[in-house]
């Protein structure tokens, strides 16, 4: 607070001796005060006209780059008014009128732009336009007065101001109130500070408009007044336009584009799904920071590569055509497989647009969203789907087909199933011999192979079938395989067999389907097997059992016990009923779901175990299955005495008179959902938290880019900077030639206009070396060595300020810098530490080598010392440009120091905490990878 006190009074003071110093050069020669006054506002006006006109192309509004152009030609004709001025002699036989005529008009010029201006705050602007009515209206107004002579008189030698001079005044007077009037309506376009000077500077104007109506001579109290107004109005206008534009330039020209970006790109790094661009040649232009948690490359790693190139190879041909429809000017959406870095395969869905360029498709746009875990859930839902499914047709051929036809319909479910051309699906008799009663007829008569049979004792058990049977384990081939001659060709083959209670009891065989069989062909056919193996092994048995009965009989035996053994061995619960939906059948399973003993579920009715029958429609539903013999399915939950809740799914078929209805438990089907939902909480928990970690590499990112254009903004902005300040210093040199008088006043003033102009240039050397971005000869460098002599460079200093230096240098490798460069570091630094001690302190420096986490090393360097620290606030902007909390300060030190470090590939932290000191760590890379390939 002491400080900025110190700072008003420092520059009141100022201020009040620049006034001072006018108003006595005015007493010495009040032309010579004129000359001053007016060479001010030109300047001004000029250096507005040349900060807007660089800036043009970064600037969202037209009102500043409208005003920056008025005032070149404001400055123009004021700088005609100040040749004209009575005393000059430039103009011979004009007098005071012609003046006073260029002053009107200047100010004409300068008030209605103001007003014109507030029109172009959200438009832009069309420059060559703008230059052009400004030419041609000062072109005519100066050639009414110089050629024309027909513009109206202002001032009469003796009578002093005419009417139209003072009317004149107040128009432009009420014209500067209306545009003030139009600012109050716009100030939410304008920075605070800025709508503030603008308002207070425009004030000003219309008082020094005013003070002219009262003058009746050119070097009268009301002119001198008026000219003091006026170096007070154009000193705020280049506050708010210049010094703004300069240090905080995101307040006067970027401030709508930096609000747009920052929303635009919170709102696309923020988003779950991955945004993408790219090129017509298929180049990932850019990609969001999302990329990261779908396939674990970093959006860095991706850029500038094909998406091909992280598509999975069946893929695509679906890629190639999404790109050359959206590249033919229309929007596409695609599923496909890419492979992650870890080489899992991960299913995505994008929806893109063109992207339009003078309507011509310059490359696409799109929003990528991972759906793998749906993908997985519906393919596990098919393959739930597809098995039960393939269960009950199975079980709806055991219950409904006879005997002789019972294998020849089962097989043909399953080659179905497998999408396969051939199959087998064969039985171990009780001489262990493998029978085969589902060979049908055309292939018996394809076969070739002398000697046919379906009949394979064990000792002629041959080929992959042979082996799987022996093994008991299933097997597949899907090339070299041998078959004997006059065999059907067979090129693909899976064989599984059908174990029950640790015996082979039959064979399942597919073959000769398109594409090759795999893991999940054979899970699949083994759990068909094993849902199979408990019929089959009761059929097997009851064949056994029934001997050689007559064929009527046996036939009608077999079909009761194969039901019987079906219901009671089967896996899944099974219940029979009649026509009136009483039961009838029941297997064990069943009898543990609705946890009652046979005697007590057999003869009741199904309404009396589900009592929400009939009001839930399945009542009608059964009794339409009984009508149309169309089976149903569907899942339900049902309460169980002793496990609870579980989850069937449940599927109702005729049989006979009556129904057949199997219950598949699905509970740990419905677990896993559950499970993979959870899975699926706990990865937006981790996306949530990389999203934090990239955000703050976000932060890093956007320093370093802010410093990039500002450095770029700061080096046009001094180039032009050099000519005013160049004229200004040789008008100095020329008034200090011509008025060799002795005048002590007079000198200390133009001393200190020339201490300023110097000052001035040293900011402008600044902003250059700010700028700068050459490249570097580089060289091994001893960073202890390199420390000491800057210790000793300072060491009159350090003394002079009673600062306290204590060394700890650990051995460490060379470095490769540039020795002048890392010199002005380490002096930025070690001043700055002085500087933040000024009742002396200790200040402690130590190097050492420091291991990175990905085998990389550094050079660590750590300054620490016991001065008054820093705040919170101002470190989060100490590395940016023209910020400083230093009395005169230009606030570049730490900026040149931070892009410095990063240019050679380094690190810088500061550690500060307000009265506590302050701690810099500096990390040096051993190799400079980075740093060469931009060189």
Avoid at 356 to 372: C, E, H, M, Q, Y
Avoid at 566 to 594: K, P, Q, R, Y
Wanted: proline share 3%.
């Amino acid at each position: 607070m002491l400080r900025f006190v110190a700072q008003g009074k420092a520059r009141f003071l100022l201020g009040v001796s620049i006034v001072l110093g006018l108003y006595l050069t005015s007493l010495y020669s009040y032309l010579l005060f004129h000359s001053l006054a007016e060479i001010f506002s030109i300047v001004v006006a000029c250096s507005i006209f040349m900060v807007f006109w660089n800036s043009r192309r970064l600037l969202s509004s037209g009102y500043f780059l409208f005003i920056g152009i008025a005032y070149l030609f404001v400055g123009g004709m004021d700088l005609l008014h100040t040749l004209s001025y009575t005393g000059m002699g430039v103009f011979p036989g004009y007098g005071t009128n012609l003046p006073t005529q260029l002053w009107i008009t200047a100010r004409y010029l300068e008030s209605l732009s103001f007003l014109i201006a507030v029109f172009f705050l959200r438009h832009k602007l069309k420059t060559i336009f703008v230059i052009l009515g400004y030419t041609l209206t000062v072109s005519v107004l100066l050639i009414s007065i110089f050629y024309w002579k027909i513009f109206p008189d202002c001032f009469v030698e003796g009578p002093g101001l005419t009417p139209f001079k003072k009317i004149s005044e107040y128009c432009i007077s009420l014209i500067l109130l209306v545009s003030i009037g139009l600012l109050v309506r716009k100030r939410r376009e304008f920075d605070n500070h800025i709508y503030r000077l603008l308002v207070s500077s425009i004030v000003l104007t219309i008082a020094s408009e005013l003070a002219f109506t009262f003058y009746v001579h050119a070097y009268g109290l009301p002119n001198l007044i008026g000219h003091f107004l006026k170096i007070v109005s154009f000193y705020l206008i280049y506050k708010a336009l210049i010094e703004v534009g300069l240090s905080q330039p995101y307040h006067l020209m970027f401030r709508d584009l930096k609000r747009s970006e920052e929303k635009y790109r919170d709102l696309v790094e923020n988003t779950s799904d991955v945004i993408y661009a790219l090129d017509t040649a298929g180049v990932l232009t850019y990609v969001s920071p999302a990329v990261e948690s779908f396939i674990g490359y970093s959006s860095f790693e991706v850029q500038g590569h094909n998406i091909k190139e992280f598509i999975h190879d069946e893929d695509v041909p679906i890629i190639t055509e999404g790109l050359r429809t959206v590249f033919s000017g229309q929007s596409a959406a695609n599923e496909y497989r890419v492979l992650s870095k870890s080489g899992e395969v991960r299913w995505m869905r994008t929806s893109s647009k063109p992207v339009f360029v003078k309507n011509r498709v310059v490359g696409l746009s799109g929003v990528l969203t991972d759906i793998t875990e749906r993908k997985l859930a519906e393919e596990a839902l098919r393959e739930s789907e597809r098995e039960l499914a393939i269960r009950n047709r199975i079980a709806s051929v055991f219950l409904t087909i006879p005997d002789e036809e019972m294998y020849g319909n089962v097989l043909e479910v399953i080659v179905e199933a497998m999408e396969s051309t051939y199959g087998v699906f064969g039985y171990i008799d009780e001489y262990g011999s493998l029978i085969i009663p589902s060979m049908t007829r055309d292939i018996w008569d394809q076969c070739q192979v002398l000697e046919k049979t379906i009949v394979f004792p064990r000792d002629k058990w041959g080929g992959i079938w042979g082996r799987a049977l022996t093994q008991k384990r299933s097997l597949y081939a899907n090339e070299g395989l041998n078959v004997p001659q006059g065999h059907v060709p067979i090129a693909k083959v899976l064989v599984v067999p059908i174990v029950y209670d640790k015996e082979i009891i039959g064979l399942l065989e597919v073959a000769n389907r398109a594409r090759d069989y795999g893991e999940k062909d054979k899970e699949f056919l083994e759990g068909i097997a094993g849902y199979m193996a408990p019929v089959l092994s009761a059929r097997l048995q009851r064949d056994r059992q029934e001997g050689e009965r007559q064929h009527v009989e046996e036939s009608l035996r077999k079909s009761e016990e194969r039901l019987k053994h079906f219901v009671e061995s089967a896996t899944d619960s099974i219940l029979l009923l009649d026509s009136h939906l009483n039961i009838v059948e029941v297997n064990e399973i069943g009898l543990n779901e609705f946890g009652l003993s046979k005697n007590e579920i057999l003869g009741k009715n199904l309404s009396e175990l589900v009592p929400d029958l009939r009001e839930s429609g399945r009542y009608d539903k059964y009794m339409e299955v009984m009508k149309t013999g169309e089976p149903f399915i569907r899942d339900d939950l049902i309460h169980h005495p002793e496990f609870g809740e579980k989850h069937v799914t449940v599927k109702v078929f005729q049989v006979g008179s009556g129904l057949g209805i199997i219950a598949m438990d699905i509970t740990q089907r419905k677990l896993l959902e559950e499970k993979l939902t959870k899975m699926a909480h706990d990865l937006e928990k981790e996306v949530e938290k990389r999203t934090k970690e990239l955000l703050k590499t976000q932060h890093h990112l956007t320093q370093s880019q802010k410093l990039a254009g500002l450095g770029q903004l700061a080096a046009g902005v001094s180039h032009e900077l050099r000519n005013p300040l160049g004229i200004i210093n040789a008008s100095l040199y020329f008034l200090k030639s011509t008025f060799t008088i002795e005048n002590s006043a007079f000198h200390k003033h133009i001393k200190i206009m020339e201490e300023e102009v110097e000052r001035s240039s040293k900011i402008v050397e600044n902003l250059l070396e700010f700028a700068r971005r050459s490249p570097y000869d580089v060289q091994a460098i001893d960073v202890n060595e390199l420390l000491e002599k800057t210790l000793i460079l300072l060491e009159k200093e350090l003394l002079a300020n009673d600062v306290r230096v204590s060394t700890v240098f650990e051995p460490l490798p060379q470095v490769s810098l540039h020795l002048d460069e890392m010199k002005q570091v380490f002096l930025n630094i070690l001043l700055n530490a002085t500087q933040a001690m000024p009742e002396g302190g200790d200040l402690k420096i130590n190097t050492h080598v420091v291991q990175g986490d990905e085998g990389d090393g550094y050079v660590s360097i750590v300054f620490q010392d016991t001065g008054i620290g820093i705040s919170e606030e101002d470190l989060t902007n100490i590395f940016n440009p023209f910020f400083t909390t230093k009395e005169g300060g230009v606030g570049l030190g730490l900026s040149l120091v931070y892009a410095t470090v990063k240019r050679f590939g380094g690190k810088i932290h500061i550690d500060s905490h307000r009265g506590e000191g302050t701690k810099v760590t500096l990390k040096l890379p051993l190799i400079q990878g980075s740093f060469f390939s931009k060189t």
